[in-house]
């Protein structure tokens, strides 16, 4: 089981997405403990006073170092990874999430306002950031990477392998998929998906997943020589299998011929 504990001023932006679907579930299953401490409850003033101005001028408020350092202090022990959300940090991955999968304990720290004092910085097992942009504040990030950690704890999911084929394992985004109807608007879905052959499935599967892989993220195969190594017979194809030709025959009409 993975606790993951938040720290936050503001638990509400998290608990009603992390109560739902996938990561409510798995909760339910106790393969994740969440917990949500605010730092609020670690102010000594009447006011409970969680930010102040900054020091040398500037817009806005930042939130002071000794509420988030004693609430760390109370959530932390020897197996703890704790996790400052913070726009300079280093960016979530689904490489990262797989690590933090394998933790015992995450604690994630939630910046707000205009962000914190800068001594509180050395406190932090790493920093990491959603992407280049800003947010509000760190609850909505943690709720991302809580959520994308969840997927990946054994026994979220029933099936093991669900998560094995998805966008970013092994480097390449995932094969398109389709479900019912069979033909959708004059649309049909690739014959090979209906033959129930296994191996020329997966072989497609694989070829598609390169030909996005390449058209959309081209980086993500810099990366993966490995890989191209192995599927470069299909490459050579330019993505055409004999599977493939079969919904080929069938005219993909243009949306105003199938307008009426
Ligand atoms: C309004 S932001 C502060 C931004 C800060 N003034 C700056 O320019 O870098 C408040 C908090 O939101 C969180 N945050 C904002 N953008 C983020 C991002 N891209 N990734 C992760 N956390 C972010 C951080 O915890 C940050 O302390």
């Not at 599967?205 to 192995?230: I, N």
Request: aromatic share 6%.
């Amino acid at each position: 089981m993975l606790k993951v504990d938040v720290v936050t001023a503001f638990p509400d932006m998290l608990s009603a997405p992390l109560s739902q679907s996938i990561v409510g579930r798995a909760q339910k299953a106790k393969v994740l403990k969440l917990g949500f401490t605010n730092p609020r409850d670690f102010t000594d003033d009447k006011h409970h006073t969680l930010d102040d101005r900054p020091y040398g001028g500037g817009p806005g408020m930042l939130m002071k170092a000794e509420p988030l350092y004693r609430a760390i202090t109370k959530l932390r022990k020897k197996n703890s990874v704790v996790i400052l959300t913070s726009p300079r940090g280093q960016r979530f991955t689904q490489a990262l999430a797989k690590k933090l999968a394998k933790k015992k304990h995450l604690i994630f720290v939630c910046g707000h306002y205009e962000g914190i004092d800068e001594r509180i910085y050395p406190e932090m097992d790493m920093e990491v950031s959603l992407g280049d942009f800003i947010l509000t504040g760190g609850e909505l990030a943690s709720a991302v990477m809580i959520d994308a950690i969840t997927r990946l704890l054994p026994g979220t999911f029933k099936k093991q392998d669900v998560t094995a084929s998805e966008s970013f394992e092994g480097g390449l985004l995932e094969a398109p998929q389709y479900t019912r109807p069979e033909v959708w608007r004059g649309k049909r879905v690739p014959q090979v998906l209906l033959s129930g052959h296994h191996k020329q499935m997966e072989a497609w599967k694989r070829e598609k997943a390169l030909e996005l892989t390449k058209k959309y993220r081209p980086d993500l195969l810099e990366a993966q020589t490995a890989f191209k190594a192995s599927v470069k017979p299909s490459v050579k194809n330019k993505g055409k299998t004999k599977a493939d030709k079969p919904a080929a025959k069938t005219p993909q009409k243009t949306k105003k011929q199938t307008k009426k």
